[in-house]
């Protein structure tokens, strides 16, 4: 069974940075998928980023530019770095995986399996 815990949520002003990690444990396929969704109070789940194992890169255009993927493959972690943070980033963030390619990394519904999720909330 696939595992995920998030961490490394908080609460920071505007401008500031965050790191997220997503601990992963339990995969049988050395070919995965990574997902960064994020879901704020009375809205839908909106994707931010997803990373393949071929380290191949995707990011939402709300993010990309601002946020950055990378992987500790000896930890079996994945990272989301967030700079330059804005208000509408507070949200609840979550860590998604599925095993297999990324072939459509920014729809949550390709994904099987889900961490418990991060706050962060960035204030102005």
């Known amino acids: 069974q696939v595992q995920l815990v998030e961490s490394g949520g908080g609460s920071v002003q505007a401008g500031g940075s965050l790191r997220l990690s997503c601990a992963t444990s339990?995969?049988?396929?050395?070919?995965?998928?990574l997902g960064w969704f994020r879901q704020a109070p009375g809205k839908g789940r909106e994707a931010v980023a997803a990373?393949?194992?071929?380290?191949?890169?995707f990011y939402a255009a709300s993010v990309k530019g601002r946020f950055t993927l990378s992987q500790d493959n000896t930890k079996n972690t994945v990272y989301l770095q967030m700079n330059s943070l804005k208000p509408e980033d507070t949200a609840m963030y979550y860590c998604?995986?599925?095993?297999?390619?990324?072939?459509?990394?920014?729809?949550?519904?390709?994904?099987?399996?889900w961490g418990q999720g991060t706050q962060v909330t960035v204030a102005s």
């Open positions: 998604a995986a599925t095993v297999g390619d990324c072939w459509s990394p920014l729809n949550p519904s390709y994904y099987d399996y």
């Open positions: 339990g995969y049988t396929d050395s070919n995965n998928c």
């Open positions: 990373l393949s194992t071929r380290a191949r890169a």
